[in-house]
C-alpha cells in the first residue's frame, strides 16, 4: 500500500488549498477510513479530518466550517478542501489510510501568509 499526498503550497491568509492523497495498491471497499493530519513546527501531530468507510465525517475543532473531506472510490483519492485559510494552518499535512494497520503518506507542506 502506498499513499502519495499533493496539493500543498503558499497562500495568502483567507485563501483557499485542496489537498489531494492518492492511494495504491488495495481495494477501496477494503479500507476502513481515510484521515488528515498536521503537524506544525514544535507541535505534535493532530487529527484534521476523518472520514470512515460509511461516509461519516468528523473534524478538528478549529476547521470546522472551512475544510471538508471527501473521497472518490472510483479515483482511490481522499481530499481536503480548505478555505478561509489562516496562518495558524500552517503545517505538513499528512494522509493516512486506516486498514489492519496505520498506513502514511508523506506530507505536503500548506503555508498560510498573513
Known amino acids: 500500500v502506498q499513499l502519495q499526498a499533493s496539493g500543498g503550497g503558499l497562500v495568502q491568509a483567507g485563501g483557499s488549498l485542496r489537498l489531494s492523497c492518492e492511494y495504491y495498491?488495495?481495494?477501496?471497499?477494503?479500507?476502513?477510513?481515510l484521515s488528515w493530519y498536521r503537524q506544525a513546527p514544535g507541535k505534535q501531530r493532530e487529527l484534521v479530518a476523518r472520514?470512515?468507510?460509511?461516509?461519516?465525517?468528523n473534524y478538528l475543532d478549529s476547521v470546522k466550517g472551512r475544510f471538508t473531506i471527501s473521497r472518490d472510490n472510483t479515483r482511490n483519492t481522499v481530499d481536503l478542501q480548505m478555505n478561509n485559510l489562516k496562518p495558524e494552518d500552517t503545517a505538513i499535512y499528512y494522509c493516512?489510510?486506516?486498514?489492519?494497520?496505520?498506513?502514511w503518506g508523506q506530507g505536503t507542506l500548506v503555508t498560510v501568509s498573513s
Open positions: 493516512k489510510l486506516q486498514l489492519g494497520r496505520d498506513y
Open positions: 495498491g488495495i481495494s477501496s471497499g477494503s479500507i476502513i477510513s
Open positions: 472520514i470512515s468507510r460509511y461516509g461519516s465525517t
